[in-house]
């Protein structure tokens, strides 16, 4: 069963910035066995995807499907969009007053408005993962399982660089989105990456490198289907995962989350380093043995998550 988006409206909420909202939309779509029939698998979406989590234009239809390592015929698949990422007609005007614990906020409110007391998993890429953080740091019984995959609890100083190079990109390049994403591409992937796909080869047509041309192909791609506003808005989402952020430290959170926490790291991530989310996982180990730590092997680097789905199978079908 897949259904077309749906919406709820979230009323007077106020962000951590104090910005209030007296009214805001938010949709998600469902997949799989109807609501409140089987577990429940939230999927949070990264910086480009949204709640099309499979079908035809399904971004992660490698792992989610009819017997697929997230099976439709045994789940439950529900995916909400981050307002103002571009997916529904949301915009929002200033994405200053949004951080990713609004949005964990956002999606928790969704999730009691459809009558959720707990689902089964949570699980998320990148920024999707951080955003998982946020909402088991807010309601630690939410959730059976927490995936964070490419991610981790908080945003590290290097993390937080590269987003305020792509925010400097956004707010005065000519050509804001293309260029902003042919440097996010190049922390996407590793120097590995590059020299295997492209061994110094040119393009004697274009006369210039063929990575050069890729990275101009996606550029252009993320132009004609992405908008600014929404860029602004996930960049900023990523900037700003941190879930003891004005609140108690990281024992305390997390001795509090219920769930059976997966951290999955990719071996050769530049954005979010595996030895940052190894560091997690001892951190974790100390206060709560309710956690395990996989790795992605690949040359990718961070968007192997979305590249070596037989690796990202084998460590989740455990739990699936």
Same mark, same amino acid.
């Given at each position: 069963?897949?259904?077309?988006?749906?919406?709820?409206?979230?009323?007077?909420?106020?962000?951590?910035?104090?910005?209030?909202?007296?009214?805001?939309?938010?949709?998600f779509q469902v997949f799989g066995l109807a609501l409140n029939t089987a577990p429940i698998v939230l999927v949070?979406?990264?910086?480009?995807?949204?709640?099309?989590?499979?079908?035809?234009?399904?971004?992660?239809?490698?792992?989610?499907?009819?017997?697929?390592?997230?099976?439709?015929?045994?789940?439950?698949?529900?995916?909400?969009?981050?307002?103002?990422?571009?997916?529904?007609?949301?915009?929002?005007?200033?994405?200053?007053?949004?951080?990713?614990?609004?949005?964990?906020?956002?999606?928790?409110?969704?999730?009691?408005?459809?009558?959720?007391?707990?689902?089964?998993?949570?699980?998320?890429?990148?920024?999707?993962?951080?955003?998982?953080?946020?909402?088991?740091?807010?309601?630690?019984?939410?959730?059976?399982?927490?995936?964070?995959?490419?991610?981790?609890?908080?945003?590290?100083?290097?993390?937080?660089?590269?987003?305020?190079?792509?925010?400097?990109?956004?707010?005065?390049s000519s050509k804001p989105i293309e260029d902003a994403r042919i440097h996010a591409m190049l922390c996407y992937?590793?120097?590995?990456?590059?020299?295997?796909?492209?061994?110094?080869?040119?393009?004697?047509?274009?006369?210039?490198?063929?990575?050069?041309?890729?990275?101009?192909?996606?550029?252009?791609?993320?132009?004609?289907?992405?908008?600014?506003?929404?860029? #602004?808005?996930?960049?900023?989402? &990523? %900037?700003? /995962?941190?879930?003891?952020?004005?609140?108690?430290?990281? @024992?305390? !959170?997390?001795?509090?989350?219920?769930?059976?926490?997966?951290?999955?790291?990719?071996?050769?991530?530049?954005?979010?380093?595996?030895?940052?989310? #190894?560091?997690?996982?001892?951190? &974790? %180990?100390? /206060?709560?043995?309710?956690?395990?730590?996989?790795?992605? @092997?690949? !040359?990718?680097?961070?968007?192997?998550?979305?590249?070596?789905?037989?690796?990202?199978?084998?460590?989740?079908?455990?739990?699936?």
């Amino acid at each position: 069963m897949e259904n077309k988006p749906t919406s709820i409206t979230v009323q007077n909420f106020t962000t951590e910035s104090g910005a209030f909202y007296a009214s805001l939309n938010l949709s998600f779509q469902v997949f799989g066995l109807a609501l409140n029939t089987a577990p429940i698998v939230l999927v949070n979406h990264a910086l480009t995807g949204n709640s099309q989590v499979i079908g035809e234009n399904g971004w992660w239809n490698s792992l989610i499907g009819e017997s697929k390592t997230i099976d439709i015929n045994k789940y439950t698949i529900l995916a909400f969009n981050v307002p103002g990422n571009g997916s529904d007609e949301t915009l929002v005007e200033n994405y200053l007053d949004f951080n990713a614990r609004d949005i964990a906020k956002l999606f928790l409110a969704g999730i009691e408005s459809l009558k959720i007391k707990q689902v089964f998993a949570i699980i998320g890429g990148s920024v999707g993962g951080g955003i998982a953080w946020e909402m088991v740091a807010l309601e630690p019984k939410i959730t059976q399982h927490l995936i964070p995959i490419a991610s981790d609890w908080k945003a590290t100083d290097w993390l937080i660089a590269n987003c305020f190079l792509q925010e400097q990109i956004l707010n005065n390049s000519s050509k804001p989105i293309e260029d902003a994403r042919i440097h996010a591409m190049l922390c996407y992937r590793t120097p590995e990456s590059f020299k295997a796909k492209f061994q110094r080869t040119t393009n004697a047509e274009l006369a210039i490198f063929n990575v050069e041309s890729w990275l101009n192909h996606h550029g252009t791609k993320l132009q004609k289907r992405f908008q600014l506003s929404a860029y #602004k808005m996930m960049n900023q989402l &990523l %900037k700003t /995962i941190d879930i003891t952020r004005n609140r108690d430290s990281f @024992e305390e !959170i997390v001795s509090k989350i219920e769930a059976r926490i997966h951290i999955i790291a990719i071996n050769s991530d530049l954005f979010f380093t595996a030895n940052e989310n #190894k560091e997690t996982y001892e951190e &974790l %180990k100390k /206060i709560n043995k309710n956690v395990s730590y996989k790795e992605i @092997e690949s !040359i990718h680097g961070h968007d192997a998550f979305l590249i070596e789905y037989e690796q990202l199978d084998n460590l989740l079908k455990d739990i699936f």
